[in-house]
């Protein structure tokens, strides 16, 4: 049996899905001969740690018990007697894990699994790294952070993964990398990366005003507490970062030109929620429609997507034909086009679902499973 001793930072929704799916699999993993063994989960505040990170783990009855604690909005400090585990502060956090990476890094091997959306878990992770470590992703900050960050990471090619920090569950980064190993230039990516701004876009193109789509995304659960997170584009922007990284474009967010779907004076620090909501977002609703219906003269469609060509990275609202993929776009799909010297005429078209805790969860899952040939 290989068995995979992890350690899960940040224990939000995404986190919580993936230790439910680490439960729910375990005699999926065993016929495959591997066993997914928990020594330690933290959050913003805390960690909980195996007594015995060389032997033992946090056994599933604790896990339940972490999922929860943390479905009911409280820290993991609330957990003081869970068997032997051990929480500790979140002052003490970082030299704890730092500890158990020194002792297993170079011997059975550990996977530090970042679910956080934190930067600060980006040094963590670099010692990490060092001490050995595998690093799997589904937080897009520490690849967005500064170039040296960025090439820290990737200079372990075979200890790093991070598939979910694109398209959730979707093969985008694997397809990339599989195309440039093979020779294959890649010189162009169109595409929706954002399940909120895929399902704004084709309900206005419906007729339906702006202000009542992004109400009911809200609704839907499809936006974050607050939508404008999503409408400034900068999720996407981060995704894109990634993806042009990975085709060796030495850039910066500050390099990337995003279109935000609302102006600065309707900004968090302008407008309360609320005000946004019930009064700031109408008045988005007559450029929008303008915008529709001047697309629709032409044949096309609007999307939100990031093109990534030559040295150009931007990001925001395109006109794009209605029978490409990305015009049939629908709903929160995410869709991707690669445009190669293979995929020239006909672009690689990637199309899924590209968010949701589920399915980030479950490509988290199988990056984890991916590196298994890495441990004794």
């Not at 505040?45 to 990170?53: N, P, Q, Y």
């Amino acid at each position: 049996m290989k068995v995979i001793p992890l350690i899960l930072m940040g224990c939000g929704g995404v986190g919580r899905q993936l230790l439910q799916h680490i439960v729910s699999c375990r005699s999926l993993h065993a016929k495959q001969g591997v066993h997914l063994r928990v020594v330690g989960v933290s959050d913003s505040k805390s960690l909980i740690i195996a007594s015995d990170v060389k032997q033992k783990e946090l056994d599933d009855n604790i896990l339940a018990e972490v999922c929860r604690v943390k479905s009911d909005g409280s820290s993991l400090s609330k957990l003081t007697s869970l068997g032997e585990s051990q929480v500790f502060s979140n002052s003490e956090s970082r030299t704890k894990v730092l500890d158990i990476a020194s002792i297993l890094g170079k011997s059975t091997g550990l996977a530090l699994v970042d679910c956080s959306a934190s930067s600060e878990t980006i040094g963590v992770l670099k010692e990490g790294v060092n001490l050995g470590c595998c690093v799997v992703l589904a937080n897009k900050k520490p690849l967005t952070s500064t170039p040296e960050d960025y090439d820290k990471f990737v200079s372990y090619p075979r200890r790093i993964r991070h598939e979910s920090t694109v398209g959730a569950g979707l093969p985008v980064i694997s397809s990339i990398n599989r195309i440039i190993s093979s020779g294959d230039p890649i010189h162009r990516i169109v595409g929706s990366l954002s399940g909120t701004l895929g399902y704004v876009m084709s309900e206005v193109e419906d007729g339906k005003p702006l202000s009542q789509v992004v109400k009911s995304a809200k609704s839907l659960g499809y936006t974050e507490p607050d939508p404008r997170d999503d409408l400034s584009g900068m999720d996407v922007a981060r995704k894109a970062l990634i993806l042009a990284r990975l085709l060796g474009k030495c850039i910066d967010l500050g390099s990337i030109k995003i279109e935000s779907l609302y102006p600065e004076e309707m900004g968090p620090n302008k407008m309360s929620v609320e005000e946004f909501l019930n009064g700031g977002v109408v008045r988005l609703d007559n450029n929008i429609e303008e915008r529709v219906k001047k697309a629709s003269l032409n044949g096309n469609v609007l999307r939100y997507v990031c093109v990534i060509e030559g040295a150009r990275c931007n990001v925001g609202i395109q006109e794009l034909p209605k029978n490409s993929a990305l015009g049939r776009l629908r709903g929160s799909d995410n869709v991707l086009e690669i445009y190669s010297r293979c995929y020239s005429q006909q672009p690689l078209v990637i199309q899924g679902a590209g968010a949701g805790n589920d399915t980030t969860a479950a490509g988290v899952l199988a990056d984890i499973l991916d590196i298994q040939d890495l441990f004794p």
